[in-house]
């Protein structure tokens, strides 16, 4: 049986318009899409290629949070 897994993601618009999407617990895991479901479809594809790795797999087996949140820090 699969695992299911809660994963952090963060979702940024850029200057272009496009939809940048990274997951941060996988060291260079991100994509981009001209939509949020675009990059949301994209993202899962680059979290499975990461998921190939040995290093990847053990980080996830190990990651197990109680919350997460996000908060956005203004600095001036």
Same mark, same amino acid.
């Given at each position: 049986? =699969?695992?299911?897994?809660? *994963?952090? +993601? @963060? +979702?940024?618009? %850029?200057?272009?318009?496009?939809?940048?999407?990274? $997951?941060? +617990?996988?060291?260079? $895991?991100?994509?981009?899409? =001209?939509?949020? %479901?675009?990059? @949301?479809? !994209?993202?899962? /594809?680059?979290?499975? *290629?990461? *998921? /190939?790795?040995?290093? !990847?797999?053990?980080? *996830?087996?190990?990651?197990?949070?109680?919350? @997460?949140?996000?908060?956005?820090?203004?600095?001036?």
């Amino acid at each position: 049986m =699969k695992r299911i897994c809660q *994963l952090p +993601i @963060l +979702i940024e618009k %850029d200057e272009d318009g496009f939809y940048v999407v990274e $997951c941060p +617990i996988f060291s260079g $895991c991100y994509t981009q899409g =001209k939509t949020i %479901d675009e990059a @949301l479809k !994209n993202i899962r /594809e680059v979290i499975k *290629l990461c *998921l /190939e790795e040995e290093e !990847n797999r053990r980080v *996830l087996k190990d990651f197990h949070p109680q919350e @997460l949140s996000f908060h956005t820090l203004i600095y001036a």
